[in-house]
């Protein structure tokens, strides 16, 4: 057996090298398998009657007329899903103290957000049951709204559960040191602002959608779902539908997006699959755009007033902050909308070496749609408000913001340690990345471009951020708290007849190249070409038991389980042509689809060869060998809640103080993910989550009205950043291995959403200084920087 410290370093190994996807072909010539591309035999359609007011009492509703209408096969209020459905409630154990209402698939009695659906009607085209929800008389008294997070825990305030009391979801304080006595300490200069963040949801090419079909000869619903986590659906569904969760099949193929949205319980699509089972035949339903702005998950919008302390020599005494975060009129199914909120508990300040912190959090109910885990959960709140103090600081104190940074960030040779909120943090490198951030912009020469271009009367900017990402969550995260989430992965390999390998993993495929990175590993482990790879996911019949994808898990927890399936196969395969070559199994290897000599690299055999000596001629092989051409194996973390990545970025901004508009010159990020195994999907990971970033710095935002009316449900309202808004973004790296696996890898899929706003936000302030004048909101629109300009 090759052992663990020359895994990487195999004749054939394809971790490390920009392999192109396998699956980039079929999707570009127009060949993915989406959901809606599915047609099933009876299949028909659901669409939803949703509330219009964002708190109402359902008085009656009048669906006589609906019934009655062309196509319509059936017409269900709230009531009638709710006798076929038991109730769902978002808390964890773990997290005491939070609380939420029961939820059902559809209102029953009270509306509680503008978009909640109320009425399904399923017809035998998706027009005809839109026609028939327009026939739909919803009598409903509407009451009063509860919409700013500030005011909801007034007393004065509506209650939306009234069994309550209050509007408070759940609170946590974390304390170390004495921040007070830090603070109060001669020549100390302590900084504070308040931030607000904007509620944004994330806008994926394909929208939400299943099609779910049961089948009742053998009591069996498959659910075909653009989604993240086919298992924990699997769970949910056979819970609160009474299915012995065998009977659950779930089947996620091509998913065009994800970014968190698709990883939660929605009322539309448990429905769906409860309307399959009493019509007995499939049942689709695919959000459109509005669908999808009303009803997909939200996140951020939170509040937060935080101070820092910093002495005149620029060693920073301390963080204290609040954060108030709204959460809607629930807490989401079944990974809770508190997280986020915890996260920012958590992560706040965790690069710098702080021995005084204090941060509280509220979680409050509003009446909007509910916010909870999309791409990067908490970091650009935690980096934006420790990063911008921390800037807004060295300008207080007359210090560069790199010599700061570098004066506090932790050491890169003291791990393993803790951070302020008592996180456990190993194999980091804060101090090679702001080093190695600073020689790729040139940073000297920029900041005398700046000083050059002020003279001229254009303002730019030069923001920076240093940040940790959470990845590869352990069972301590979620194992805990009793949602019904795996923890560990599983991965299977199997070497067919023909000496091809195939593989299979319970993490899910949406667009970030989860196939080809599983290949990758598999292949180089193995030892056949990559071309001889086939990689099934996102089935929960015939992949192994296990999370999905989600918080940047994928390479580090099913990669590693793919790597230990794949050298137990390798062993297998030895064995057994060591009693096929008369020798012993440490002296083969296999290379390039053959069993060679270990030594020399010389051809003993192909493995198709070995494959069918196994499976077509078995007399050739001596009665006590017992060939397994397969191996299955799982792997979760342990030890650490949580694998951190760090990273360290900067932007070049651009502000035009007539207009207000912000333009990105350029951008540069620094990523330690641990061993990257394919250096063009990592790259592209962090530039996508940058460019996502830029949208919540700047453009995107979910606008309410005071009454809790989503102003903005079109893409002609809702800004994203597109081709123009794009600027160059430079990728690096540091090479830090986890000591948590054989592979090493971390994860890379949300440090660019997590560190861009705060870098942005850094850099319109840098721009913004010399004329008095500062901003603390996101999206930093044209009209906020147009007012921080005009009370400067």
């Not at 973004?729 to 696996?741: C, D, F, L, Q």
Request: glycine residues 10%; negative net charge; charged residues 20%.
């Amino acid at each position: 057996m090759t052992g663990p410290a020359t895994i990487f370093d195999r004749p054939n190994t394809y971790i490390g090298k920009p392999e192109p996807r396998a699956d980039a072909a079929r999707l570009l010539q127009g060949r993915g398998r989406y959901v809606d591309d599915l047609n099933l035999p009876r299949m028909v359609h659901a669409a939803f009657v949703r509330s219009p007011h964002a708190h109402a009492r359902i008085r009656a509703i009048d669906v006589t007329e609906a019934r009655a209408a062309p196509g319509v096969l059936a017409v269900y209020t709230g009531a009638d899903i709710a006798a076929e459905v038991t109730p769902y409630v978002g808390t964890l154990t773990h997290m005491a103290g939070l609380r939420s209402a029961p939820q059902y698939p559809l209102a029953v009695d009270v509306a509680r957000w503008q978009g909640e659906p109320l009425v399904m009607v399923v017809a035998r085209s998706r027009a005809q049951a839109e026609d028939a929800c327009d026939l739909i008389d919803a009598d409903l008294e509407e009451l009063e709204a509860v919409c700013d997070q500030e005011t909801a825990l007034s007393p004065d305030s509506p209650l939306i559960h009234e069994e309550f009391g209050s509007n408070l979801a759940w609170e946590r304080l974390v304390e170390a040191g004495d921040v007070d006595t830090a603070f109060a300490a001669p020549g100390v200069t302590v900084v504070e602002r308040t931030f607000r963040f904007g509620r944004h949801t994330g806008v994926t090419l394909e929208s939400r959608g299943t099609v779910c079909d049961y089948d009742p000869s053998e009591n069996q619903l498959t659910m075909y779902y653009s989604g993240q986590a086919p298992h924990m659906m699997q769970v949910i569904l056979s819970k609160h539908l009474g299915l012995p969760e065998e009977d659950v099949r779930v089947i996620s193929n091509d998913v065009g997006g994800s970014f968190g949205i698709k990883i939660h319980t929605y009322g539309d699509e448990i429905a769906a699959a409860v309307a399959a089972r009493m019509l007995r035949r499939p049942v689709k339903f695919i959000a459109d755009r509005m669908e999808s702005f009303m009803t997909d998950i939200h996140a951020r919008d939170h509040v937060v007033t935080a101070r820092i302390g910093v002495t005149a020599e620029g060693n920073i005494v301390g963080i204290d902050m609040d954060d108030l975060t709204g959460i809607g009129p629930f807490s989401m199914y079944p990974r809770t909308s508190a997280i986020e909120c915890n996260q920012v508990l958590n992560l706040t300040g965790a690069p710098y070496a702080l021995q005084n912190y204090r941060a509280r959090g509220r979680v409050v109910f509003q009446n909007k749609m509910l916010m909870c885990q999309y791409r990067a959960v908490g970091h650009p709140i935690a980096m934006a408000v420790a990063d911008g103090l921390l800037e807004e600081a060295g300008r207080a104190i007359g210090m560069d913001p790199v010599a700061l940074r570098k004066k506090n960030l932790m050491a890169d040779d003291s791990y393993p340690r803790q951070s302020a909120s008592g996180m456990k943090l190993d194999d980091l490198s804060h101090q090679k990345a702001i080093t190695k951030l600073t020689e790729i912009m040139d940073y000297d020469a920029l900041r005398t471009d700046q000083a050059e271009a002020r003279k001229r009367g254009v303002y730019r900017g030069i923001g920076l951020v240093s940040m940790v990402e959470v990845t590869n969550p352990s069972p301590m995260f979620y194992g805990i708290g009793g949602a019904p989430i795996a923890s560990q992965d599983g991965a299977t390999a199997r070497l067919d007849a023909g000496g091809a390998l195939h593989v299979a993993s319970s993490i899910t495929e949406q667009g970030q190249g989860t196939n080809a990175i599983l290949a990758q590993i598999a292949a180089g482990v193995f030892g056949v070409p990559i071309d001889r790879v086939r990689v099934t996911t996102g089935d929960t019949r015939n992949v192994p038991y296990g999370g999905g994808t989600w918080a940047s898990r994928g390479a580090g927890i099913g990669g590693e389980a793919m790597l230990q399936a794949a050298h137990a196969l390798r062993d297998q395969v030895l064995e057994v042509a060591g009693t096929l070559l008369q020798t012993t199994p440490e002296a083969l290897d296999i290379r390039d689809g053959n069993v060679v000599d270990a030594g020399t690299g010389a051809e003993r055999m192909t493995l198709a060869d070995l494959a069918r000596t196994v499976y077509y001629r078995g007399n050739e092989l001596p009665s006590d060998t017992k060939p397994e051409l397969i191996a299955t194996r799982h792997y979760r973390v342990t030890d650490f809640p949580f694998v951190f990545t760090n990273g360290a970025m900067a932007a070049h901004v651009e502000v035009d103080i007539e207009t207000g508009f912000v333009k990105v010159l350029h951008f540069w990020a620094v990523e330690d993910c641990g061993r990257v195994i394919n250096p063009m999907l990592v790259d592209e990971q962090v530039r996508g989550g940058v460019v996502q970033g830029i949208g919540g710095a700047l453009y995107e935002e979910c606008l309410y009205s005071p009454e809790g009316q989503l102003l903005n449900t079109t893409m002609a309202d809702y800004i994203v950043p597109m081709a123009a808004e794009m600027p160059d973004i430079t990728v690096a790296h540091i090479e830090t291995p986890s000591k948590t696996s054989v592979l090493g890898a971390k994860g890379a899929g949300e440090a660019g959403t997590g560190g861009a706003p705060a870098a942005i936000l850094n850099a319109v302030n840098d721009a913004l200084s010399p004329l008095g004048a500062s901003l603390w909101q996101m999206p930093m629109t044209p009209q906020r920087v147009l007012t921080a300009l005009s009370e400067g």
